[in-house]
């Protein structure tokens, strides 16, 4: 068999594998660093403000080796909620900023074993999912979400990445000097 005849092949292979297959998790090592930090720094919710986008915060809950829930979105009153920040009250910045969301700005992402987004879940492993402007979850079920595969694939997609860049705020805020326990 020559090269041009093994290219041939693998790439006619490539486009017969199923999308769900070829998804990678933007947001996998992402959410395992974070879980680090929170276990080193033994804390069990953290909050930031997203230095790129004004007015936005993210704030998170961690259940160790259960679940991470990360909330991003614009809060109805900043000052109140920077307050908190400084306060190193993150809990509450947690609970406040999933109520207080501004209309539309919210994505709740609610992380099953706090290892980032899986598009399908093995083994019948509880799903991930998200909520926001779109409530998804992602159980690799893209029919019974009413869409086709490459639908399904490209929310999910667009999911990861809104979840990596919380993930980066959090663990950068973290890593900053003056993040220490309160």
Do not use: C
């Amino acid at each position: 068999m020559t090269n041009r005849s093994a290219v041939s092949i693998l790439l006619t292979a490539a486009l017969f594998v199923p999308v769900a297959a070829q998804a990678q998790s933007k947001s996998g090592e992402l959410a395992k660093q974070l879980s680090q930090l929170l276990d080193e720094k033994k804390l069990e919710s953290f909050a930031a403000a997203d230095a790129q986008n004004a007015g936005v915060f993210v704030a998170a809950m961690y259940y160790p080796g259960t679940e991470l829930l990360v909330v991003s979105a614009k809060h109805f009153n900043p000052p109140a909620f920077t307050e908190k920040l400084a306060q190193k009250n993150y809990q509450d910045a947690y609970a406040d900023l999933n109520a207080g969301a501004v209309a539309g700005s919210r994505l709740l992402v609610m992380d099953t074993f706090a290892d980032g987004l899986v598009a399908s879940p093995k083994g019948g492993t509880a799903p991930d999912s998200i909520d926001g402007s779109v409530s998804m979850t992602f159980d690799g079920n893209w029919k019974k979400a009413k869409q086709t595969e490459e639908e399904y694939m490209k929310a999910f997609q667009s999911a990861d990445a809104a979840y990596a860049h919380a993930l980066e705020v959090l663990i950068a805020k973290l890593k900053s000097p003056g993040s220490e326990v309160p």
